[in-house]
């Protein structure tokens, strides 16, 4: 199941910009899931990737709770800070209520950027929970942005394993932190710069556990547009393996514009919706007051 956008334009009327978008969501079972415990939303100014977790009830039902509420900043003019962690505590609560949820619950990794003004200017909020990956790519150079709440990644943090020990470790798929449980969620954020030529990778692990960080690379240089980048990401996943759900998004920035005059404007939102499915140094904090957003315009 695929989902995508050639140009979207998202203007902010206070710092008088427009940033132009193209983008790719692509997901699949895989060879040994019966099921697509994976969810996805890509509708501006969200983009997120929820990985339900399996073993455990209803991962389904978590994903899908995390996407939907995640949906309702779409469009949205001026959510605040904490929109993000409002709509995680709302899905906590819906998770409840899901057919095949036991009294222990459910729970879901997830991780995405939101498009939003942030001291002035558009940036990437970036924020995750669990080992679902955030990745930037900018002048050929790929740079994992968020940090996986693992066992492995305390382990590698810890200096007890070196990353290539971590990919092979018995260990990789237990997580430290996830949205669920019946507790509340405690995402990790990272503030990016938008300019032209990034390029964003939002994945689950069903991606990561099959490709290196070479061969993500490789896919997303080799691939300008975001459709085919998403499409050779997936397959190389299957072809490696496909031993889980693999959902990818490509999120390319084409340009930003000055946009006088836009204030007021009236856009309309795009046909996406969700699917059951180094700038890191200058990162800040994710706590910034409001956001201002948005005014959607397709062309």
């Known amino acids: ?28 079972t895989g060879h040994r899931r019966e099921v697509n415990e994976d969810s996805l939303i890509s509708v501006p100014p969200i983009f ?12 389904d039902v978590a994903s899908a709770a995390v996407v939907n509420r995640l949906a309702e ?3 949205r003019d001026s959510p605040q800070n904490a929109a993000i962690n409002t709509a995680l505590g709302l899905a906590v609560t819906d998770m409840a209520s899901g057919v095949g949820v036991t009294d222990l619950g459910t729970g879901t990794t997830v991780t995405g950027a939101l498009l939003a003004v942030v001291s002035g ?18 002048s050929g150079v790929l740079e994992q ?8 990644q305390e382990l590698v943090d810890a200096g007890r394993i070196t990353r290539d020990e971590a990919d092979v470790h018995p260990h990789g798929n237990i997580i430290t932190r ?21 390029r964003l990778l939002i994945c689950s692990d069903g991606l990561t556990k099959e490709l290196t960080a070479y061969g993500i690379r490789h896919f997303l240089i080799s691939n300008p547009d975001p459709e085919d980048a998403a499409k050779a990401l997936v397959e190389a996943a299957l072809e490696n393996g496909g031993r889980d759900n693999v959902t990818v998004i490509v999120l390319d920035v084409l340009d930003i514009e000055d946009s006088e005059g836009s204030e007021g404007s009236e856009g ?18 994710a706590d910034t007051g409001p956001l201002d957003i948005v005014h959607l315009d397709t062309h």
């Open 178 to 198: 996830a949205v669920g449980f019946h507790e509340a969620p405690i995402p990790d954020y990272r503030v990016l710069p938008v300019h032209p030529g990034m």
């Open 121 to 138: 200017a558009p940036h990437w909020v970036v924020f995750n929970i669990g080992d679902s990956r955030v990745y930037l790519l900018t």
């Open 48 to 59: 997120a990737v929820a990985d339900g977790m399996g073993g455990h009830s209803a991962g």
């Open 73 to 75: 900043l779409a469009g």
């Open 145 to 152: 942005i968020t940090i996986d709440h693992s066992v492995v």
């Open 1 to 28: 199941m695929g989902q995508g956008s050639g140009g979207f334009e998202v203007a902010f009327p206070s710092v008088k910009k427009t940033v132009s978008l193209a983008w790719a969501a692509l997901t699949d």
């Open 268 to 285: 309309s939102e795009g046909s996406e919706g969700t699917a059951g499915a180094d700038e890191s140094s200058a990162a800040q904090d």
